[in-house]
Nanobody, 121 residues
Framework: QVQLVESGGGLVQAGGSLRLSCAAS????????MGWYRQPPGSQRELVAS???????DYADSVKARFTISRDNAKRTVYLQMNSLKPEDTAVYYC???????????????WGQGTQVTVSS
């Protein structure tokens, strides 16, 4: 059993900031890529940002220069610092982890339960 627990969502005015956190726990051998996806109302889930165990990052064009992803491998935690938020950033944000389970060492995609981010204009 693996759990990804997110925190840090909420309501913020346009131009404001929020920091999301996601901690992974349970039967994990290793986590390779961690990241954040979001699903705006009436839309499909989309990648926001990802980070490998070695620190290589990738961002959606719409959030580059505004969002920063980071992780603490020892704590199995990933963060998303969101600055200069816009109303179009409003969505449910989901934490993602891709890695090997314990003890089977098979690859799994793990997901958090989602946290709401609402940006008012």
């Amino acid at each position: 059993q693996v759990q990804l627990v997110e925190s840090g969502g909420g309501l913020v005015q346009a131009g404001g900031s929020l920091r999301l956190s996601c901690a992974a726990s349970g039967s994990i051998f290793s986590i390779n890529t961690m990241g954040w996806y979001r699903q705006p109302p009436g839309s499909q889930r989309e990648l926001v940002a990802s980070i490998t165990r070695g620190g290589t990052t990738d961002y959606a064009d719409s959030v580059k220069a505004r969002f920063t992803i980071s992780r603490d491998n020892a704590k199995r935690t990933v963060y998303l610092q969101m600055n200069s938020l816009k109303p179009e950033d409003t969505a449910v944000y989901y934490c993602y982890g891709g890695g090997l389970g314990w003890p089977d060492r098979k690859f799994y995609d793990w997901w958090g339960q989602g946290t709401q981010v609402t940006v008012s204009s």
